[in-house]
């Protein structure tokens, strides 16, 4: 992965958030305000928010 790739994992995602991809290829629009509103299309899941604090009871010890 190039540092900037590794550098954004590390950032707080903006509203909307443009999330570089692989180089020379678009990045990957992303929106977790989208969640909340009832007249987006649902993701079936994919489009999951939370924190790591949210997400470290499903991870297995490191």
Do not use: N, T
């Amino acid at each position: 992965m190039g540092d900037s790739i590794l550098l954004r994992a590390c950032l707080q995602m903006r509203e909307p958030d443009l999330v570089p991809f692989l180089p020379g290829l678009p990045g990957i629009l992303m929106d977790p305000s989208r969640a909340f509103d009832a007249q987006a299309f649902p993701s079936c899941g994919a489009g999951m928010i939370g924190s790591a604090f949210d997400l470290s009871p499903f991870s297995p010890p490191v």
